[in-house]
């Protein structure tokens, strides 16, 4: 586990950063005993080890497991029975996770220590921002964060999402320091109403807009939806702000207290200046013009994250985009030592104390031959990684997950000291599936992202995407969902029927072998169709998920939808329709040099 330090003491962090980095080895060794040693008499463990805690019968009797396999023990948990079932601490609060069982959210077991941990993981970040960024220590961080109302199972655990567990579990003291290190009141942020929480933390953006160094929120897709967002309502700030006065819709208590700080007097000047930049034609670099002391935006951008860059890069103004850290709703996993770096080039370097880790080898064909690398395992330690080898990360944590498949792909790039650097190289998540095709979400990504560029010379953006199959045709054929925007402002979108149809071919071209065999050969699989949808459509399929539990700080749009509610959102949404009328290229050699 992370040994104790102060945040605030920045040669500290370093040094413990160089430390945990250098011994890999004996710390991830201290790890897995302590954990064993810990957990040895819970049903689960004592199942497969009959007391022998030696790292080689761990590896020897307990299998590799998905969530589907734990379930049934957190299940039993949730219904009352005790935590020693799978872990010696009482467990605290079930996490939601962004990703599913069978439609459902899962539930992740967590502990207050390993909360503790967590916190104490982000809290190294914060140093390597000073060392990196210039002048960002001397104002505010301007990061916005959406709590979700939370629920309990059968036996009173605490259900929440893991932004909502940190936010609500700062002591009072915590909280004081919070609010002299953040724009926006600890009270604004832990506001259970998403719109008024959104609101006035963007109301104190604005009103302290000089004091803010960097700004941002967890994911690039909720940072944009920030954005949006303000764009929809930068009127009503204006309004605020030169009479002084907060808009009466803004009830909850916990918002007006926290606003009120700020919005004294009223300042036309201010109002003035905002209007002036957000009534221009473009929101190109509306992030450096209303926030002009901001040095970087901080938000993840690897993985399904990615698609998002080039807008991040329009409204941004030249501000790095920093993404932080990686990890899920299992296990922090991994730091990005270098923020500086370009978003497409961002690896992560494993911190050793957070978990024992392996890595299950996943084979460069994967994504062509489907197979499930857990089929045929070949499972290595942290240590015994090589560079440009592809891995599944297996973890072991203190709160009772024990060899769970975390269902990434990761690529090592590198060392920093004896600590891995794994870059982010997709799920092995397959989203469309017709006859012998699977299509995973890394190459539907990549497809898409060869033919956004198209929309490029006509001033047009996508802003979101998700996709479907669509079987009522014969034969099946693959749909996808787009919102296009202009990067002119109130411009009405001219759509080309050219243009969408030579993306609907670029996507086809850029899919693998058996697709494209599918498609001109086998004939198979009929053409791909593009439908372009309303703006505003995404959000309304984000509020969808939203009033099923999930929060807009972990909020992923679904790269693929066969909810049939979600559907007929997406579908009661569409403008027009594009096929692609080209038949994509195939040779059988590329079949066979693909596998």
Known sequence: MLPKFDPTDQKACLSLLEDVTTNVKQIQDSVLEAILS?????????????????????KKNLPVVTYEDIRPYIDRIANGEPSDLICDRPISVLLTS???????????????????????????????????????????SFMLYFVTRESETASGILVRTMITCVLKSLKPSNSFIWDQSQISPHAISTCSDTTQSMYCQLLCGLLQR????????????????VIKFLEDHWPEFCSNIRTGRLSDWITDPQCVSGIGKFLTAPDPELASLIEQECSKTSWEAIVKRLW?????????????????????????GGLPVISTFYGSSECFIGLNLNPLSKPSDVSYTIIPCMAYFEFLEVGKDYQETGQDP????????????????DYEPVVTTFAGLYRYRLGDVLRVTGFYNNAPQFHFAGRQKVVLSIDMDKTYEEDLLKAVTNAKLLLEPHDLMLMDFSSRVDSSSFPGHYVLYWELGSKVKDT???????????????IEES?????????????????LEIKVVKPGAFDELMNLFLSRGSSVSQYKTPRSVTNEEAVKILESNVVSEFLSRKTPSWELHELYSSR
């Open 511 to 527: 899919l693998d072998a058996v697709y494209r065999k599918g498609r001109k050969n086998d004939k198979n699989i009929g053409p």
């Open 210 to 225: 000089d004091n803010v160094g960097r700004l941002g929120a967890p994911f690039a897709s909720s940072f944009l939806k």
């Open 38 to 58: 810990r957990n040895a008499r819970t049903e689960y463990l004592s199942g497969f080890l009959n007391g022998q805690v030696d790292k080689q019968s761990f």
């Open 98 to 140: 962004s990703g599913t069982s069978g439609g459902v959210p899962k539930l992740i077991p967590l502990t207050t220590e390993e909360l503790e941990q967590r916190i104490s993981f982000a809290s190294l970040y914060r140093p390597l921002l000073y060392k990196y960024v210039e002048g960002i220590r001397e104002r505010k």
């Open 492 to 506: 009405k979108l001219e759509l080309d029927p050219n243009v969408l149809e030579e993306c609907c071919f670029t």
């Open 292 to 316: 002009p002391n901001a040095k970087c935006i901080e938000s993840i951008v690897t993985g399904t994250m990615a698609q998002y860059i080039p807008l991040l890069e329009f409204y941004s």
């Open 374 to 389: 857990a089929e045929k395992p070949v499972v290595v330690d942290l240590v015994d990684v090589k560079i440009g080898h």
